[in-house]
């Protein structure tokens, strides 16, 4: 039998089957002792084989499909490991509020180049319209202009005036989504929203921090009944980059992309070296001064994103 993980709690799957039925599986122990790198050998998106215990009516995965993508992060800070959010993406959903909590611009752009990397094509939903007042909206129109310019799709929300979510009801139909974005900046409750039957729990922002609390533990993900799935993510506060050539960076930003090799040097940086093409188009605002502060963020590893 075949099926769809669709949850991973550590060393048990909730796998879905074609006619939409949930089993719990768990792994043969040669994954396990593999000795992959990464912390999950199986995960959310994955396509499965599976066949069944008759003493327990629990499965035991013992093929993974090849995947047409995966999109993957530190497992943290100090681990050489690294953790698998989801595979078999159609598009990523970069949830962000610039206030109430702060999305960082070196965030999405973690993010951006990650799914360049992986050739997942990324949309960012800019949350919370409503609140985004007295200075806001400037703020919020600036950062939209920004990314656009580069040529990734935005969206406006707001779950209080409904402005933005049939928008966001036809980009999701009839696809796998993953939707990623920092606790507290309305994920679960947006999606709620689109797809009430979710009923996905939801938080509430600290007010010492500002910050979002945690209310998804695992990724997970839900079938729409409109048409597609999506994943549901934990709440990231940080995404720190993995399988990254450093030299290669500059390859993931869209806008860099035309002017990779008219540099004076074929290993060129970037960041200081003399006749420079990235850096003579930021000076000339072809590339935004943001864009390129996040670029050399992530070179030198500094945590730009929290």
Known sequence: MHGIVVKSTGSWYQVRKENGSLIPCRLKGKFRLSGI???????????????????????????????????????????????????????????VTLAYPKTSLGFIDRLLITSEAYHIPAVIVFNKKDLMINGWEEVVDHTIKLYEKIGYRCIETSTLSGEGLSELKALLTGK??????????????????????????????????????????????????????????????????????????????????????????????HINEPDCAIQAAVVSGEISEERFSSYLSIISNQDIYE
Request: charged share 20%; with cysteine.
């Open 176 to 269: 796998t989504t993953l939707v990623s974005g920092h606790s507290g900046v309305g994920k679960s409750t947006l999606l709620n929203f689109v797809e009430p039957t979710l009923n996905l729990k939801t938080g509430i922002i600290s007010n010492y921090s500002k910050k979002g609390q945690h209310t998804t533990t695992f990724a997970e993900m839900h079938p729409l009944s409109f048409g597609g799935f999506i994943v549901d993510t934990p709440g990231i506060r940080e995404f720190g980059l993995v399988d990254f050539d450093m030299a290669e960076v500059s390859h993931y930003f869209k806008e860099m992309q035309p002017l990779i090799g008219k540099c004076k040097f074929n290993n060129c940086k």
């Open 37 to 95: 790198k990464h912390t999950n050998p199986v995960t959310v998106g994955d396509v499965i084989e599976f066949e069944m215990e008759p003493e327990s009516g629990n499965g035991i995965i013992n093929k993974i499909h090849e995947r047409k993508n995966h999109i993957i992060r530190k497992a943290n800070n100090l681990s050489k490991q690294t953790h698998i959010i989801a595979s078999n993406l159609d598009q990523i959903l970069i949830i």
